[in-house]
T-cell receptor, first 112, second 115 residues
């Protein structure tokens, strides 16, 4: 089967660092995405990992370990505007079609 | 500016009525998708289209129908056969479904409520 798990909610303080974990089980793994979604709005792309290791992009970094079925999104120097849901999505090769499977998302609340 | 436009943003429907959600993109993307988002659940794929005049069922296609007569447009009809249609519907597009990172660009969503 296929399964994506991430914490439902997290809280953090402005200026701090937070790590949002995502574990997955799937066959035909072909990449992992992180999207940010503010309430009632469209998800926006944050990062993509297909090889093991860390991808850094400004205040946001994403890590992947394919052998462990594990990824995390690291947010540094948190700002109030980072309060949003963070969606982990795994791309799976399904009969020549790349299918994207989303986790339920982690709601992050940043407080002063 | 290129992007995806969904309309209407909010829609109310009586039980037994069909309703069509519009999705238009000017990104020149080949692939388009419809997802449904419910509280506490991940986005679930309803239908997808890899190219004009072609579309396939996703994981939860029952009670929905789509068409792809133009590259820019991928409307979704929620039929009366859909047992629990109240949800937030997201349309997305990508350059195609195979290349590289294949990043999805999402529309702002349509919130459908059945009265």
């Amino acid at each position: 089967g296929q399964n994506i798990d991430q914490p439902t909610e997290m809280t953090a303080t402005e200026g701090a660092i937070v790590q949002i974990n995502c574990t997955y089980q799937t066959s035909g793994f072909n990449g992992l995405f992180w999207y940010q979604q503010h309430a009632g709005e469209a998800p926006t792309f944050l990062s993509y990992n297909v090889l093991d290791g860390l991808e850094e992009k400004g205040r946001f970094s994403s890590f992947l370990s394919r052998s462990k079925g594990y990824s995390y999104l690291l947010l540094k120097e948190l700002q109030m505007k980072d309060s949003a849901s963070y969606l982990c999505a795994v791309r799976r090769d399904s009969g020549g079609y790349n299918k994207l499977i989303f986790g339920a998302g982690t709601r992050l609340a940043v407080h002063p | 500016d290129g992007g995806i436009t969904q309309s209407p943003k909010y829609l109310f429907r009586k039980e037994g009525q069909n309703v069509t959600l519009s999705c238009e993109q000017n990104l020149n993307h080949d692939a388009m998708y419809w997802y449904r988002q419910d509280p506490g659940q991940g986005l679930r794929l309803i239908y997808y289209s890899q190219i004009v005049n072609d579309f396939q069922k996703g994981d939860i296609a029952e009670g929905y129908s789509v068409s792809r007569e133009k590259k820019e447009s991928f409307p979704l009809t929620v039929t009366s056969a859909q047992k629990n249609p109240t949800a937030f519907y997201l349309c997305a597009s990508s350059i195609d479904h195979r290349s590289g990172a294949n990043v999805l660009t999402f529309g702002a969503g349509s919130r459908l409520t059945v009265l």
